[in-house]
């Protein structure tokens, strides 16, 4: 039987007087990929950023494995479990590549192999060379990696990637796609916003679309993958 890791419940959310996200749900069922697509504007940031607690919504009702988040602060999110990886990676630039990692280490009862600093130096080879540098002396590419391995550094039980391939070159995206693979071989459940078609369906099992603020598609990726009319509708796609 699937068990819920994430459920997003008719969430409202609101910037000042303007409605973004109506009556919002969605739900990531544990070890899947969940990719929610959309157009630019179409509420994906917003339902990351409620999620995680920086912009919590007006109503509505956000669960993680069935204990309720909604209104939390953005830190005791993070120690309930959800990692965020931001759009913009948004590392901290004067701090070196170890003290990124070490500042977001948590522990968590119950992990059989927890995320340790030789563990996520194990996925990205390249940080263990560069422990030592500091991170706004990183190519995009290395950073993405460490916006990655930061996050992984909590333990997270579910996994958020906003944009993790945003303006990176074609090999860098594969490898930041050959990674979110590995994470989901090994059971991590992600919710992943991702402007590269091919990359979301190529990883993903479940798709919900926004539109508008607005759920206007939730199903399996193979619903998905060959539905030119809804591509064209909502991603503009073809």
């Known amino acids: 039987m699937a068990v819920e890791a994430l459920s997003v419940t008719n969430i409202n959310a609101l910037y000042g007087d303007s409605h973004v996200l109506h009556d919002v749900s969605f739900t990531l069922n544990s070890g899947r990929v969940l990719a929610l697509l959309g157009r630019n504007g179409a509420g994906k940031t917003t339902s ?19 204990e309720a988040i909604t209104r939390l602060s953005p830190e005791a999110i993070s120690r309930k479990g959800v990692g965020f990886v ?7 630039a004067s701090l070196t590549v170890r003290e990124n990692l070490e500042v977001a280490r948590q522990r968590r009862e119950g992990v059989a192999t927890p995320w340790t600093l030789d563990h996520v130096c194990d996925l990205f080879p390249r940080l263990r060379e560069r422990l030592h540098q500091h991170a706004g002396s990183l190519s995009g590419g290395e950073q993405q990696m460490l916006a990655i391995a930061r996050a992984l550094m909590g333990n997270p039980r579910v996994l958020l990637m906003d944009e993790p391939s945003e303006g990176l070159a074609p090999l860098i995206v594969a490898e930041v796609g050959r990674t979110i693979a590995r994470l989901k071989a090994a059971g991590q459940s992600i919710v992943l916003v991702e402007q590269n078609l091919k990359l979301a369906l190529d990883l993903a099992d479940d798709v919900v679309m926004l539109n508008t603020g607005r759920v206007v598609f939730a199903g399996g990726v193979e619903e998905v993958r060959n539905n030119e009319a809804l591509l064209t509708q909502h991603l503009g796609v073809f």
Request: glycine fraction near 16%.
């Open 48 to 66: 990351m950023s409620s999620i995680v607690g920086f912009l919590p919504p007006r109503d509505g009702e956000i669960r993680l494995f069935g």
């Open 86 to 92: 931001p759009q913009g990676r948004r590392v901290f």
